[in-house]
């Protein structure tokens, strides 16, 4: 079992930045795979960024692609998520995911956080 707590969101103009970070309890967490998704008011959750369980390989939204990035730090049980540029289309609340498998779905991953707002403002 893990569970997963963000941390990091908060209200920033536009072209600033932000880190988000998502710490994880139990012995397992370099077993898992991560995930930021996010989800904005009236649209569906959507993967932002996903790291494998050794930090090998990441994986990126187009839209987020060169601005943001994933790191895991598998010692200290926790994940980021580096936003630079930020854009008004970047507010939504974030969260945190974990799956035992590399996956691309929400539905992939068993492991939720409990979210954090991300507000860019114009």
């Known amino acids: 079992q893990v569970q997963l707590v963000e941390s990091g969101g908060g209200l920033v103009q536009a072209g600033g930045s932000l880190r988000l970070s998502c710490a994880a309890s139990?012995?397992?967490?370099?077993?898992?795979?991560m995930a930021w998704f996010r989800q904005a008011p009236g649209k569906e959750r959507a993967l932002v960024a996903r790291?494998?369980?050794?930090?090998?390989?990441?994986g990126y939204a187009d839209s987020v692609k060169g601005r943001f990035t994933i790191s895991r730090n598998n010692s200290k049980n926790t994940i980021y998520l580096q936003m630079n540029n930020l854009k008004p289309e970047d507010t939504a609340v974030y969260y945190c995911?974990?799956?035992?498998?590399?996956?691309?779905?929400?539905?992939?991953?068993?492991?939720w956080g409990q979210g954090t707002q991300v507000t860019v403002s114009s």
């Open positions: 995911a974990a799956s035992t498998i590399y996956g691309l779905e929400d539905y992939e991953y068993r492991h």
């Open positions: 139990g012995r397992t967490f370099d077993y898992y795979a």
């Open positions: 790291i494998s369980w050794s930090g090998g390989s990441t």
